[in-house]
């Protein structure tokens, strides 16, 4: 399995219904893209002020390396990074594999 960790910091001008259809968006890939496993969406609320502006989180899990290479180029991948990059102010990607 492989997790796939994306840590966001949205532009001041994304509003919460764009939030939310992003979060849709990334929940809806469990059934629309073979290999992904799940998908979890979480709001910082850390008390220790350690996230440098970063304050979305996404945990995606694959079943292997096929489904991570399966899943980047993939449509509803690119689908929803249509509507996600323009919102992004920055973001970090981590994957590892378990």
């Known amino acids: 399995m492989i ?3 994306l840590f966001i910091k949205f532009k001041n001008n994304a509003d919460s219904a764009q939030l939310d259809s992003v979060r849709e ?3 809806s890939m469990v ?3 073979a290999g992904v496993e799940a998908v979890e969406w979480g709001v ?3 008390p220790e002020g350690l996230n440098k ?3 979305h ?3 995606m899990t694959f079943t292997d390396e096929a ?3 399966a899943y980047l180029p993939h449509p509803e991948h690119e689908a929803l990074k249509a509507v996600f ?3 992004v102010e920055d973001i970090v990607v981590l994957d590892y594999t378990l």
């Open 3 to 5: 997790r796939h960790i």
């Open 25 to 27: 968006l990334f929940s």
């Open 31 to 33: 059934d629309k893209v």
């Open 44 to 46: 910082n609320d850390s």
């Open 53 to 55: 502006g970063f304050t």
């Open 57 to 59: 989180c996404v945990l």
């Open 67 to 69: 489904a991570r290479q």
């Open 85 to 87: 990059v323009p919102l």
